[in-house]
């Protein structure tokens, strides 16, 4: 919590320069590769030797159990932390991923909307939790719900920066108007200096034309915000998250595994 110099007190502020960059990874749509892109770009950036958190926002829990961890083994999680029951270093717990840690969703945080509809200061949450953590990584990579609810305003409030994956089918740029209307809502009340940083592109797949024309559409729209390396259609990549496992570690020479490495790269610049 920061105080001014009148002594009234002020919303906690997205994490500055110095300590982790923090990225929300967020689509409107579900079942745009979000999840996917969040665990493979973590696992990604671990192998090149950063030290990453990977926050589970999704009541689905796609995340928490694509590295490998059972939401129904959780004495408490995410939902937990955001109702200020248990403290963040409580339930953060290690991956199998050298560098990777995890702060595990379940199921029950899809109730968490409702119940902190009355709560103080209901949109810092994740931020003031992260605020004990936050100097122990470089990186701090948020997977938000499909929609934008209490909890993506959360992430929102905390990131500096959001990375959108875009599925490369029909529909595809569906909402995103929207998504973008909300991201400079967040801004203009919340948290000044969140932008887009990066769109990634994913599900592309080259035989077809659809996949370049709706990247080309995109990079008409986003221009250098959009990623150069694009994520292949993979069944590797879909196979990967029922074995607990990023596909850097599933299957590390594949196509998809090949594609991650290059697009963390990318983000991380």
């Keep these: 919590m920061h105080w001014g110099r009148s002594g009234c007190m002020m919303h906690p502020m997205p994490f500055e320069n110095g300590r982790s960059r923090v990225i929300a990874v967020a689509n409107q749509k579900g079942g745009v590769g979000k999840t996917t892109t969040t665990i493979n770009l973590g696992a990604a950036m671990a192998e090149e030797g950063r030290k990453v958190l990977l926050v ?8 928490t159990t694509g590295v490998g961890v059972s939401s129904r083994d959780l004495e408490a999680s995410i939902y937990e932390v955001l109702l200020q029951r248990v403290a963040l270093v409580d339930v953060l717990r290690p991956t199998d991923v050298p560098n990777l840690d995890l702060v595990p969703s379940s199921l029950p945080l899809a ?17 003031r939790a992260l605020d004990e953590v ?6 701090i990579l948020i997977d938000c719900p499909p929609a934008l ?4 305003v959360n992430a929102l409030v905390v990131a500096g920066e ?3 994956p875009i599925q490369c089918e029909y529909y595809a740029l569906e909402g995103l108007g929207q998504l973008v209307g909300n ?3 967040v ?9 887009i940083s990066h769109i990634a592109l994913v599900m592309y797949d080259a035989r077809t034309k ?4 709706v990247a080309s559409e995109v990079r008409a729209y986003f221009g250098e915000k959009v990623c150069r390396q694009v994520i292949p259609r993979s069944i590797r990549l879909s196979e990967a998250p029922s074995f607990g496992q990023p596909i850097t570690v599933f299957d590390p020479t594949c196509r998809g595994a090949v594609a991650y490495r290059q697009l963390a790269k990318e983000v991380l610049g």
């Design 210 to 213: 659809l996949s370049e024309q």
């Design 111 to 127: 109730g968490a909307e409702i119940e902190l509809v009355t709560a103080f200061s209901r949109e810092h949450r994740l931020g």
């Design 134 to 139: 936050v100097d122990d990584y470089d990186l």
């Design 162 to 164: 959001v990375v959108v």
């Design 56 to 63: 589970d926002l999704d009541p689905q829990a796609n995340a």
């Design 187 to 195: 801004r203009s009340n919340l948290n000044p200096g969140l932008e």
């Design 149 to 152: 609810g209490l909890l993506t």
């Design 183 to 185: 991201v400079d809502l």
